[in-house]
C-alpha cells in the first residue's frame, strides 16, 4: 500500500471516530414510554439530548404500529403515556 494510501485511510478512520463519538455524547437522556391506543399496547424507548425529547421520540415509536394513518398517529402521541421511565446518560 501506498503511504497516500495509508494517510487517506487514517483520515477516515479519524473522520467516523469523530463523528461516531459526537453522535453518542449527544444523547444525554434516556427514555421507556408506554402508551394505550384502540384498545392496544405498546411500549417503546429512545435517546435524546433531553428527557423531554426522548419521551416525546419514545411516545411517537410506541405510537408508531398502533395507530392507522396521520390523524390516529397525532391522536397517540397527545395521549398522555401509561408510563414514563427516564434516565441521564454519563
Known amino acids: ?8 485511510l ?23 414510554v408506554c402508551v394505550e391506543f384502540a ?9 435524546a439530548a433531553s428527557e423531554a425529547e426522548a419521551a416525546r421520540s419514545a411516545q411517537n415509536t410506541a405510537c408508531g404500529p398502533l395507530a392507522r394513518g396521520m390523524d390516529e398517529s397525532i391522536a397517540c402521541s397527545n395521549r398522555k403515556p401509561v408510563a414514563v421511565s427516564c434516565r441521564t446518560r454519563r
Open 10 to 32: 487514517l483520515a477516515l478512520a479519524v473522520l467516523v471516530a469523530i463523528l461516531v463519538w459526537s453522535t453518542l455524547s449527544a444523547q444525554r437522556a434516556e427514555c421507556r
Open 39 to 47: 384498545g392496544q399496547r405498546n411500549c417503546a424507548a429512545a435517546t
Open 1 to 8: 500500500m501506498t503511504r497516500g494510501r495509508i494517510l487517506t
